[in-house]
T-cell receptor, first 113, second 114 residues
Framework: AQSVTQPDIHITVSEGASLELRCNYSYGATPYLFWYVQSPGQGLQLLLKYFSGDTLVQGIKGFEAEFKRSQSSFNLRKPSVHWSDAAEYFCAVGCTSYGKLTFGQGTILTVHP | DAGITQSPRHKVTETGTPVTLRCHQTENHRYMYWYRQDPGHGLRLIHYSYGVKDTDKGEVSDGYSVSRSKTEDFLLTLESATSSQTSVYFC?????????????FGPGTRLTVL
């Protein structure tokens, strides 16, 4: 069965600092991988996705993620965090059967001024 | 934003009562999903639909049923609500003919079972 682990429940960074959110997955085939962001009281917004090809993918809001098959990882990065990036971030792996997603537990990002 | 609405947005009910949540889409997407979100668990799949009248169970389907009589509507029913079903429920849609396996989410329904 597929699974996703986000090791960090809560991360705090200062505004302007760089950010890396970790994601490790378990899946038997080539994975479809996603990062979503959720602001308080809101639904989930897609940040970026990896299906195949270039292992470094660019997303919205200045985020990027790198797929590393050897490490079963898909870490999310941003070079300079803005206060508006404070939110909860979810990594997910997609199943080829009807596109079902398995989510990680989420990482809450707090940004200090 | 994908045209997905959920109703109601908030609901408080009592243990043992039936509850139905509605997801409505205007995108004509083939697949629809119901998730629940709980702290420390992320989102977990309850049921999904791969076409009109075609549904199947997800990871946490016990105590829930679904129906899809039209492409645009996907209903989630709690036959007899329990306190453990207090959660935030999200509907999502996708269509492999548009963008492989990318799911778009509704705004959520916050359900409290007293």
């Amino acid at each position: 069965a597929q699974s996703v682990t986000q090791p960090d429940i809560h991360i705090t960074v200062s505004e302007g600092a760089s950010l890396e959110l970790r994601c490790n997955y378990s899946y038997g085939a080539t994975p479809y991988l996603f990062w979503y962001v959720q602001s308080p009281g809101q639904g989930l917004q897609l940040l970026l996705k990896y299906f195949s090809g270039d292992t470094l993918v660019q997303g919205i809001k200045g985020f990027e993620a790198e797929f590393k098959r050897s490490q079963s990882s898909f870490n999310l990065r941003k070079p300079s965090v803005h206060w508006s990036d404070a939110a909860e971030y979810f990594c997910a792996v997609g199943c080829t059967s009807y596109g079902k997603l398995t989510f990680g537990q989420g990482t809450i990002l707090t940004v200090h001024p | 934003d994908a045209g997905i609405t959920q109703s109601p947005r908030h609901k408080v009910t009592e243990t043992g009562t039936p509850v139905t949540l509605r997801c409505h889409q205007t995108e004509n997407h083939r697949y629809m999903y119901w998730y629940r979100q709980d702290p420390g668990h992320g989102l977990r799949l309850i049921h999904y639909s791969y076409g009109v009248k075609d549904t199947d169970k997800g990871e946490v389907s016990d105590g829930y049923s679904v129906s899809r009589s039209k492409t645009e509507d996907f209903l989630l029913t709690l036959e007899s609500a329990t306190s453990s079903q207090t959660s935030v429920y999200f509907c999502a849609i996708s269509d492999p003919s548009h963008s492989t396996d990318t799911q778009y989410f509704g705004p959520g329904t916050r359900l409290t079972v007293l």
